[in-house]
């Protein structure tokens, strides 16, 4: 059976659309330039850094992030000046991204969701780089090239 290549009909169903451009080619190497929202459909152990250094202010990032077993959860990235907001926005079970995988990652990545209700992700923010040293008690979770920070512990102690 011979692969349909629909995308190439992509131009003339979108043409009401003036704002959509399709591009061929590897989404996690393509730059486009700025973006507003970024959706992937195939799971990654990290986003590409071409993604976040490309969303606009309020700019948008929907991706599966998946581990070894291509489960995982929806990461929702916005960005907000110089950071980005995360959060988990449900549980996830999809096929891999080809070059968006790390074997590494992929295992930490099960070890750290091993327990949580599925799609339960306690993160609130996303930072690209690696942590710094004060930064320790804030990580959920590290991959290559970012980390995601954990919301903080609510406290049981009342104030006084």
């Known amino acids: ?9 992509s131009p003339e ?9 399709v ?5 996690r190497t393509v730059d486009v330039g700025e973006l ?13 850094r071409l993604w976040l250094d490309r969303l606009a202010e309020g700019g948008r990032l929907l991706m599966p992030l998946t581990d070894e077993s291509w489960r995982g959860f929806l990461l929702h990235v916005v960005r907000r000046r110089n950071r ?9 079970s999809i096929h891999p991204c080809i070059g968006g995988r790390d074997d590494e990652t992929a295992k930490r ?8 209700p599925p799609g339960k992700v306690p993160i609130r923010a996303l930072h690209v780089g ?4 004060d930064d320790a008690e804030k990580v959920w979770f590290q991959g290559a ?8 512990v609510e406290s049981n102690i009342a104030p006084k």
């Open 145 to 152: 090239g970012f980390w995601l920070e954990r919301e903080p």
């Open 1 to 9: 059976m011979k692969p349909t290549q629909s995308w190439r009909r």
């Open 84 to 92: 980005f907001e995360a959060s988990s926005i449900g549980a996830v």
């Open 130 to 133: 690696d942590p710094k040293s």
């Open 109 to 116: 990545l099960h070890a750290a969701l091993e327990g949580l």
């Open 36 to 48: 507003d929202i970024v959706i992937v459909f195939a799971g990654s152990t990290h986003p590409s």
């Open 23 to 27: 591009v061929s080619g590897d989404g």
């Open 13 to 21: 169903r979108i043409a009401s659309w003036p704002q959509v451009d």
